[in-house]
């Protein structure tokens, strides 16, 4: 049966995809969806969009395989199931809140959607990870009508990775997905900063945890230095890498314990060079390509290449 889904955009033109064996498609009456849902800017693409606050919408249908797979992330619900998982991926890959309301037969009134409505805040370097690419028409007679133009080329191999014995030992199931998404939809910088730092801290504590006795006692920055080696920046870091990695760590100790980023012209810039640098990890983790759209490595001062 099919179920409505909230708050999904497609791509320009992009009319159905299917991931995981889910397969996605427009409503009927997308383009007034769409246009209901939260716009930060005013712009022309496939449709005019005004900027608007907007709101929660059902903006597709989507069909479960037979029979459904079961959930692969460690969902708190014991009945999630494989669509979770999608869901998951697509709110951080798509940078709004994507869900399904599943009827139980038992409810009779509407239910109240406490999901966010608004587009995330800082998700540019790894929504940009999935490129676009050239799909074919969907009708040979309406050549704007396309099937995928890259959600679903590259989503499919992010779920069956997650999917695999390896990665879910390798990352203890990946909740650090659940820590990530919820990151980019933080509206402030230094709360996504604070949840950013909470992710490298997850992430070194699972692929140490086999051999250290307590990960939790390393120093912060040595932790930093670690991720961006294992995910390969570098073979090494050099100082004046490392130096930089210092820098963060005095903002991410300012803020603990003062409640506020130490008093300097770059903190600011520095903090977001530290979001978008838990992007491009969390992008290797998931066997993706980074986007360098906001020249991630070069301003962290990784420009040298390895």
């Given at each position: 049966?099919?179920?409505?889904?909230?708050?999904?955009?497609?791509?320009?033109?992009?009319?159905?995809?299917?991931?995981?064996?889910?397969?996605?498609?427009?409503?009927?009456?997308?383009?007034?969806?769409?246009?209901?849902?939260?716009?930060?800017?005013?712009?022309?693409?496939?449709?005019?969009?005004?900027?608007?606050?907007?709101?929660?919408?059902?903006?597709?249908?989507?069909?479960?395989?037979?029979?459904?797979?079961?959930?692969?992330?460690?969902?708190?619900?014991?009945?999630?199931?494989?669509?979770?998982?999608?869901?998951?991926?697509?709110?951080?890959?798509?940078?709004?809140?994507?869900?399904?309301?599943?009827?139980?037969?038992?409810?009779?009134?509407?239910?109240?959607?406490?999901?966010?409505?608004?587009?995330?805040?800082?998700?540019?370097?790894?929504?940009?990870?999935?490129?676009?690419?050239?799909?074919?028409?969907?009708?040979?007679?309406?050549?704007?009508?396309?099937?995928?133009?890259?959600?679903?080329?590259?989503?499919?191999?992010?779920?069956?990775?997650?999917?695999?014995?390896?990665?879910?030992?390798?990352?203890?199931?990946?909740?650090y997905l659940f820590l990530f998404r919820s990151m980019l939809q933080e509206r402030t910088i230094e709360s996504a900063f604070s949840q950013c730092w909470t992710i490298w801290e997850h992430l070194f504590s699972v692929l140490n945890d086999p051999w250290m006795a307590d990960p939790r006692k390393a120093d912060s920055a040595d932790k930093i230095a670690f991720l961006l080696v294992t995910h390969g920046v570098r073979e090494r870091l050099q100082e004046k890498e490392k130096k930089h990695i210092t820098d963060l760590t005095e903002i991410r100790n300012r803020l603990v314990h003062f409640g506020q980023f130490p008093e300097r012209s770059s903190v600011h810039d520095d903090a977001m060079l530290f979001i978008h640098m838990t992007q491009w990890i969390v992008a290797r983790t998931l066997a993706l390509q980074p986007s360098e759209a906001f020249d991630t490595l070069e301003r962290a001062g990784f420009d040298g290449g390895r």
């Open positions: 049966m099919a179920l409505d889904v909230y708050n999904l955009q497609f791509r320009n033109r992009c009319c159905e995809m299917t991931i995981g064996g889910y397969r996605f498609e427009r409503a009927d009456d997308y383009a007034t969806q769409l246009l209901g849902l939260q716009h930060m800017v005013t712009g022309q693409s496939e449709f005019s969009i005004e900027a608007c606050t907007g709101a929660n919408r059902a903006t597709a249908r989507v069909t479960p395989p037979d029979p459904e797979p079961c959930a692969i992330l460690p969902w708190s619900n014991p009945d999630a199931a494989g669509l979770d998982d999608v869901l998951l991926l697509l709110s951080i890959f798509t940078g709004r809140q994507v869900f399904v309301l599943r009827d139980d037969g038992e409810t009779q009134t509407p239910p109240v959607l406490l999901a966010d409505p608004r587009q995330t805040m800082w998700g540019g370097v790894i929504q940009l990870s999935i490129p676009y690419e050239a799909s074919q028409p969907l009708d040979e007679n309406d050549p704007t009508s396309v099937s995928d133009d890259g959600l679903q080329a590259h989503l499919n191999p992010v779920y069956e990775l997650i999917g695999t014995d390896d990665w879910r030992d390798k990352y203890r199931g990946g909740y």
